[in-house]
């Protein structure tokens, strides 16, 4: 495995671990795919943890800018599913805090914990485990943004993008691999749906 492990590399590790599989799903916005993606469940093992992080953490430490701000960089996630991965670069950059946002209910507003205070001009770096529409990182981009935080780059482990994510350009973007899933829009529409192949839904 190399420092900064391959797309070929986090493919295989993915599969191993249960993080992604074949077959046929159904998400929540009503999109079917051909893939599962998960990276939890990868994130779930020590070594395989590490293994990522690391790789992430190698890939920010080569930006000079970046390198510069490690010991004021608040490494900061949309979701749980970020969690794994903000404290894995956090520790692999010696970096000087996590922290998440959070919403109570679905058609509420990010936000962070009760006293958690974004100090002006403070250095966050956005983490999280999968890119995909980005609408997720682009409001959190936003409520850091409003408390006075300066966004200095994105980081995730997967960059899957759909047709419609979220560019967050000039921001430094970082991921491990991009894995392009074949998305359709409804069952409609689905090769697999018309192939008569069972669907799983995807809870979240
Ligand atoms: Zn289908």
Redesign the pocket.
């Known amino acids: 495995m190399h420092l900064v492990p391959t797309q070929e590399e986090v493919v295989k590790l993915l599969r191993r671990t249960g993080g992604l599989r074949d077959g ?3 998400y929540t916005t009503g999109l ?2 051909n893939e599962y993606l998960q990276v939890a469940l990868t994130m779930r093992y020590y070594e395989a943890a590490k293994v990522l992080s690391v790789g992430l953490s190698r890939q920010l430490r080569a930006h000079s800018d970046i390198r510069a701000m490690i010991p004021e960089l608040s490494i900061v996630t949309p979701e749980t599913a970020g969690l794994p991965v903000a404290y894995g670069v956090c520790e692999a950059l010696r970096a000087h805090q996590v922290y998440w946002a959070e919403r109570e209910n679905t058609d509420e507003p990010l936000r962070f914990r009760q006293y958690l205070e974004v100090k002006p001009k403070e250095k966050v770096l956005l983490v999280d485990d999968i890119l995909r529409s980005g609408v997720r990182l682009a409001e959190l981009k936003a409520l850091v943004e409003s408390r006075g935080g300066e966004v200095v780059g994105v980081a995730v482990v997967i960059y899957q993008p759909n047709p419609w994510a979220v560019s967050f350009d000039p921001l430094p973007f970082y991921y491990l691999a991009k894995l392009d899933a074949m998305y ?1 829009k ?2 409609a529409s ?5 192939r008569g ?1 069972p ?1 799983e839904k995807v809870w979240i």
């Open positions: 046929h799903f159904e079917h795919a359709y409804d069952a689905c090769d697999l749906c018309k192949i669907v």
